[in-house]
């Protein structure tokens, strides 16, 4: 029998609560009707285990922020043991005493592009050179004389790349996880509470939404936002993610708790199309910024480019995406072998051909 689904139209509906009328679905029963939230205050929510990796996270970038004081040598081997967790590399006692690590969050490919970043930061880090197109070190704003960046010598900040690599596998995670068969199948159970994580299918769906890493009353509130908690702020004025990603997260969450199979599939698609959105905004976003200043504070502009590029490059660990891979190493190609080289042509054609995969042409300027 064909089904009949009540849609949201927009975050707004959320605040005064929402009542499925689904009401048919293919045995011929109803799915009884039930009241979407406005925040993400579900029974049984645990994503702890998201929020342990992320302080992981925090601890491996402080690490390489070392490196922006010129003499000191950023360890690769300690980055690599913070992100396997071995040796006890962590300075809170919670996350060495963890059985968790982020090593596995990560496709091969990505841990092995990871974990030569890494390599590369420590050997920028011993120079004692101020960085210079042709030279590693450490550069300084010609804006802001506080605001310091450990170079390559061909201008790549790699604790950027290590940051938005992490973004990239934080959307595979996502996308091949946490939205999987495994996890959302026809096999897992969806009956069985298991005291303070839901049903299975319920906490790997709180597992995906921890990976947002935002407040559970998002975005009213934007307390501790970091990575795409903050990104998806930053480019809602041209994709209006926020309230896209908060719908579909809590529509999803109450579909499952009410076995309505179907709008929670439709949530999935949402999320995930979403994702790989953003992350393309995010590399035009960052090169809107490079446009402004790169005449006047080539540092500055590298260290940005770097993140740019680095959010396309990780595109590529993302299973089920609409680019392809040829069109990532054609945009790859515009950002060229050495940053401190490239053009405002060579940042006009990865902006241009981001906007016409995604349909960003009517928002390139301002997401």
């Known amino acids: 029998m064909k089904k009949k689904l009540c849609t ?45 990796r992320f302080s992981m996270s925090a601890e491996i970038e402080a690490e390489m922020k070392k490196g922006t004081t010129t003499g000191t040598v950023v360890s690769a081997q300690k980055l690599k043991d913070m ?103 026809s096999g897992v159970d969806n009956n069985t509470v298991v005291t303070g994580k839901g049903t299975a299918m319920e906490h790997n769906w709180d597992l995906a939404f921890g990976l947002w890493m935002v407040p559970v009353d998002f975005p009213t509130n934007k307390t501790g936002v970091k990575y795409w908690g903050s990104y998806s702020s930053q480019v809602d004025s041209g994709l209006h993610c926020n309230a896209t990603l908060m719908t579909a997260y809590l529509t999803g969450r109450a579909a499952i708790s009410n076995k309505d199979m179907a709008t929670r599939d439709a949530q999935i698609t949402t999320i995930c199309q979403t994702y790989e959105k953003m992350q393309a905004a995010a590399a035009i976003h960052e090169l809107n910024a490079v446009k402004l200043i790169l005449s006047s504070d080539l540092t500055k502009s590298v260290s940005t480019i770097s993140e740019s590029m680095a959010f396309v490059a990780s595109m590529r660990y993302n299973p089920k995406k609409q680019i392809s891979d040829a069109q990532i190493n054609q945009l790859l190609g ?31 300027n301002i997401i």
Not at 117 to 146: F, I, K, W
Not at 339 to 364: M, P
């Open 334 to 364: 515009y950002y060229g072998t050495n940053l401190y080289n490239i053009s405002i042509a060579d940042i006009n054609n990865i902006i241009n051909t981001l906007s016409s995969i995604y349909g960003f042409d009517s928002v390139k």
């Open 83 to 185: 992100l396997a967790n071995v040796n006890s590399p962590f300075t809170a006692a919670a996350n060495n005493a963890s059985t968790l690590n982020l090593k596995s969050w990560f496709p091969a490919p990505a841990l092995t592009d990871v974990e030569a970043y890494m390599d590369s930061l420590e050997a920028a880090s011993h120079s004692t050179q101020q960085a210079a197109n042709g030279v590693a070190g450490v550069g300084v704003s010609a804006a802001d004389a506080t605001k310091k960046y450990l170079l390559s010598a061909n201008g790549i900040n790699y604790a950027q790349f290590y940051s938005k690599t992490l973004m990239g596998v934080i959307t595979y995670q996502i996308i091949n996880n946490a939205f999987s068969d495994a996890t959302m199948g």
């Open 8 to 52: 949201i139209a927009g975050l707004a509906l959320l605040a005064a609560g929402f009542t499925s009328c689904k009401k048919d679905n293919s045995e011929g029963t109803k799915t009884p009707a039930y009241t979407i939230p406005a925040t993400y205050n579900f029974s049984n929510v645990d994503y702890s285990d998201q929020t342990t």
